[in-house]
């Protein structure tokens, strides 16, 4: 499944970020520049507009977003010798919330060393490594959790809505990703689940080379196409 295509980047740099002075006991410095993420929501290549049931999916099915929320993790820095920088100081998973403005864009804490990248990459979602319950206890994050019975630790993603039904009523849908389940025999009785499936993958951001020179901040704006959850690469229809 190339859940990639979902995203695509757009790099923006500003030189000189910061300057210091040297003192004589400073320890020399490695050449290191910053790094920004900002997070826009896209159905059919133009901005999300929430609560109006204005767009139709693959399927034919009219619909509406209220919601789109999820986390990313382990964004990779990729260089041209073979080497590889992870985003890993103060903050390695991060959420992101298209209610609250502050939490899509990401100003990461590490010092990026300059030089020739060519790619990034991010894990969707949580790793079952760092996928544990509990690590949060304060919202947004804590509403993100997912229940114990089902494997814990939190949602992926969720994108929440409503569509018109083969009747013309409009209902509620969650579309929701984390931890999936294996059940034994038929139905989905929580009693017969005897394993679980970690569904978070990693995109590779297409077009995301870059150079990064000492001090220079790099904005990369990244867009999320919707649409590309209901058809990528199965159409997806909420009648079914």
Not at 36 to 60: M, Q, R, S, W
Not at 194 to 211: D, E, K
Request: aromatic fraction near 18%; charged fraction near 20%.
């Amino acid at each position: 499944m190339n859940r990639g295509l979902a995203f695509f980047i757009v790099i923006f740099m500003f030189a000189g970020g910061v300057s210091c002075n040297k003192k004589k006991e400073d320890p020399p410095r490695i050449p290191a520049g910053n790094v920004i993420f900002a997070f826009h929501h896209l159905v059919d290549g133009e901005p999300l507009h929430k609560n109006e049931l204005i767009y139709t999916n693959a399927a034919a099915n009219d619909y509406l977003i209220t919601e789109v929320k999820y986390f990313i993790s382990d964004i990779t820095f990729y260089k041209s010798d073979g080497s590889r920088k992870v985003v890993q100081d103060w903050k390695d998973i991060f959420y992101i919330d298209d209610d609250i403005p502050e939490t899509k864009t990401i100003r990461v804490f590490d010092q990026i060393p300059a030089g020739e990248y060519d790619s990034i990459s991010f894990v969707f979602g949580i790793s079952e490594e760092k996928n544990q319950s509990f690590i949060y206890v304060n919202p947004p994050e804590v509403f993100m959790a997912w229940p114990t019975v089902l494997g814990g630790g939190y949602h992926y993603m969720m994108i929440n809505g409503k569509w018109k039904d083969s009747t013309g009523l409009t209902m509620p849908f969650d579309f929701h990703m984390g931890i999936g389940q294996l059940y034994k025999g038929e139905g989905y009785n929580t009693d017969s689940i005897y394993a679980f499936v970690q569904n978070w993958f990693i995109v590779n951001l297409p077009g995301s080379g870059f150079s990064l020179k000492d001090q220079d901040t790099l904005s990369f704006q990244i867009a999320m196409n919707i649409e590309s959850w209901f058809e990528t690469p199965y159409i997806y229809d909420h009648n079914y």
